[in-house]
């Protein structure tokens, strides 16, 4: 098992900052991908970002959305994940869930989210 606690949400103004984190606990020795979702009221849960990590080197993909503007990494050493958001817009208004799972099988554990509030 792996448990995700996601933090850093919060309210900010259009062309803001902020930074999330996602602590995991557990099994996560056995997790190499871990991510970001997110899902707006009314819409799909979508992908923001995903680190595929291994023991020699690292990968990232990006949502077109935020491509440019949002920032996936990963501290081993304290099991955390981040995202840097930046120029962040009113349509980055979602509930941010932290995701890890294998690559061969997708995000299997999913942290409870924390919403992000972007105003105009």
């Known amino acids: 098992q792996v448990q995700l ?21 557990g099994r996560v020795f056995s997790m190499n991908i871990m991510g970001w979702y997110r899902q707006a009221p009314g819409k799909q849960r979508e ?6 990590s291994s023991s020699t080197s690292s990968f ?11 920032t996936i990494s990963r501290d081993n050493a304290k099991n955390t994940v981040y995202l840097q958001m930046n120029s962040l817009k009113p349509e980055d208004t979602a509930v941010y869930y932290c995701g890890a799972g294998r690559w061969e099988k997708g995000i299997e554990y999913w942290g409870k989210g924390t919403l992000v509030t972007i105003s105009s």
């Not at 992908?47 to 595929?52: E, P, T």
């Not at 990232?60 to 949002?70: A, E, L, M, P, Q």
């Open 60 to 70: 990232t993909i990006y949502g077109d959305s935020v491509k440019g503007r949002f």
């Open 47 to 52: 992908m923001v970002a995903v680190i595929r």
């Open 5 to 25: 606690v996601e933090s850093g949400g919060g309210l900010v103004q259009a062309g803001g900052s902020l930074r999330l984190s996602c602590a995991a606990s």
